[in-house]
């Protein structure tokens, strides 16, 4: 089955609360990202996001947090494909050191896990 991967930061822009802390509806959007680019690979077509069956937020995200954001698809269907993503932590910012310090994790940390179904239309499909 086809995976995807995206790495970014989160910046200041993206913290929604105090404590410069990130809404997990950003991390939902990243899923979107990743599930677009996937269903480009699998169809050629974008696709539509059509619902989250499971979504749990595991660990707090922060700006200036670096996320490895997976996705893969897990099922096709005629139209519908099913996916699984998860949002991990791989480099956290050390403003205790320095203003530009920050780690590497050795061991990423999982921040968001979820399950959903995309749909490409029939008459989308290019690939497959």
Do not use: W
Request: glycine share 10%; with cysteine.
């Amino acid at each position: 089955m086809e995976k995807s991967m995206i790495r970014l930061r989160m910046s200041s822009a993206d913290a929604h609360y105090g404590g410069n802390l990130v809404d997990g509806a950003k991390i939902l959007q990243l899923f979107g990202d990743v599930a677009t680019e996937l269903l480009i690979k699998n169809d050629g077509d974008e696709g539509l996001f059509k619902a989250y069956s499971e979504i749990e937020f595991i660990a707090p995200v922060f700006a200036g947090d670096y996320l490895e954001i997976t996705g893969e698809i897990t099922k096709i269907g005629k139209t519908s494909r099913g996916m699984s993503f998860e949002a991990r932590k791989v480099i956290v910012p050390r403003v205790d050191i320095s203003e530009s310090a920050a780690d590497f994790l050795e061991e990423s940390i999982l921040v968001c896990k979820a399950v959903g179904t995309c749909v490409v239309p029939m008459s989308s499909q290019r690939k497959g």
